[in-house]
């Protein structure tokens, strides 16, 4: 029995007629690259062209495509049970990587709940909050406290919290769960902090504290709702907030988490740790779709005092034994490395091949944290027309709304790097 392969033309073909990519109409589609391999920085397209890959598929593959290490964690894995249910059933790879995600994580981050995406992990993490307050017979605290400029998935609780304006709320307002928002943190990272910064969080805060079950958050970087990064000292002070209020505190970890603002974990920036944590993307290495949402011992305890008197979530692939095995190898290859030091010299090295960006008129500004390099431009841009420039200089970099950024592999070399940065300063040139 062998496969008959396609060619480039019935890949497209098919694809044209019957498939939807991210955010996308299968009236008018808009054109797709064909990619038939990827090895560390590069993609190779149908054609033969190779790309050097700015976007880490999404914040997911910090160590590059196609690793050895990886490759043989998920083949090892593979040759002894790819899959088993996880009600009533233990194996190896989730206890290994339970065992690094409860060492690696802000302490008291202690118990773990396994799923498959990131928007399912927010899903759990807002359900864990609502369970907690049921328990302590306070079940009127049931809504979300968000900020705007936020983003936390696609699915429904996840996009009720997401920005009202740019998110999806005036779609499907109806259905959409109301929560409570506050104004995006105007501190810029690393610039000066004033206290009135948090005014309006507080305002809103204690306002509404009586229906807050939680308040939800991307640590110091606001990614998909519009690449921001802001200062630690607004964490901080929504921790200290949060505890005053008697409100639990989540963070959405899924896109920073796993080093990628030159922490570990964005939270450490703040030196604080959140009640209840998601993570997914990078956590395994960009290999297999997987998240998780871990809790302190308060939630947890809270939980099996509620009323179902369990945690009632369970997905059918919950801790895959293959994603869990390329995670724990994906950390383990993380924490092995010079992840710091290689964070911090992209983070150099974009921060001075960008800069030239900040003198075209069409840029509104230009930021860098840790290995996250972003052009902010005054108007929206054309996605199709700017992608189809990047790939004809060789790169792979997807804008969205006014955004052009980056977020390459932890392994990226400096030239490549360099031939990143020289993408965008020509394309945005002419
Ligand atoms: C990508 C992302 C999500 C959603 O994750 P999916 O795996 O796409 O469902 C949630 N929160 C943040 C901060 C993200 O970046």
């Known amino acids: 029995m062998t496969l008959k392969p396609l060619n480039d033309l019935q890949i497209h073909a098919i694809d044209q007629a019957h498939i939807w990519h991210p955010y996308s109409s299968l009236s008018q589609p808009l054109p797709t690259y064909h990619v038939t ?116 998935g696609d699915t429904f609780a996840a996009m009720s919290v997401c920005d009202p304006e740019t998110g999806m709320h005036h779609l499907f307002n109806k259905v959409l769960q109301q929560q409570i928002f506050s104004e995006s943190p105007r501190c810029r990272f690393g610039e000066d902090w004033q206290q009135d910064y948090l005014a309006d969080f507080e305002r809103q805060l204690s306002t509404h504290k009586d229906q807050v079950a939680a308040v939800i958050l991307e640590p110091i970087v606001q990614g998909a709702g519009g690449m921001w990064f802001y ?11 949060c505890d005053k209020h008697d409100v639990l505190l989540i963070a959405d970890e899924i896109a920073t988490g796993f080093g990628r603002t030159g922490k570990l974990f964005a939270c450490e920036w703040a030196g604080i740790s959140p009640d209840i944590m998601c993570v997914g993307k990078s956590l395994t290495g960009g290999y297999m779709s997987l998240a998780a949402t871990l809790c302190n011992d308060k939630v947890a305890a809270g939980i099996g005092e509620s009323e179902a008197g369990v945690f009632m979530h369970g997905p059918t692939f919950m801790a895959n034994p293959l994603a869990c095995a390329v995670a724990t190898a994906s950390i383990d290859l993380l924490l092995a490395s010079d992840w710091q030091g290689n964070v911090a010299r992209i983070e150099a090295q974009l921060a001075e091949q960008l800069a030239p960006c900040k003198t075209y008129d069409t840029v509104a500004d230009v930021r860098v944290l840790g290995a996250i390099g972003v052009v902010e431009m005054k108007d929206f841009v054309d996605v199709a027309a700017l992608q189809k420039r990047f790939v004809d200089a060789g790169v792979w970099i997807r804008p969205f709304a006014k955004m052009i950024y980056v977020m390459p592999a932890f392994n990226i070399e400096a030239a490549d790097l360099s031939k990143l940065t020289a993408a965008i300063v020509a394309v945005l040139s002419c």
């Open 37 to 152: 391999s990827a090895h560390g920085i590069r993609l190779t397209l149908g054609d033969g062209r190779e790309l050097i890959d700015g976007m880490s598929s999404w914040w997911c593959t910090i160590h590059g495509y196609n690793h050895p290490q990886l490759n043989a964690a998920v083949i090892t894995q593979v040759e002894k049970m790819s899959h088993v249910m996880f009600g009533g059933i233990i194996h190896e790879p989730a206890a290994q990587l339970t065992q690094r995600l409860v060492d690696m994580t802000p302490e008291p981050l202690s118990k773990v709940f396994f799923s498959d995406s990131g928007s399912v992990s927010v899903e759990i993490a807002i359900k864990m909050a609502l369970q907690f307050w049921q328990a302590k017979g306070r079940a009127e605290k049931n809504r979300l406290l968000s900020l705007r400029k936020g983003y936390h």
């Open 231 to 241: 200062s630690p000292d607004y964490l901080e002070g929504v921790r200290t907030l």
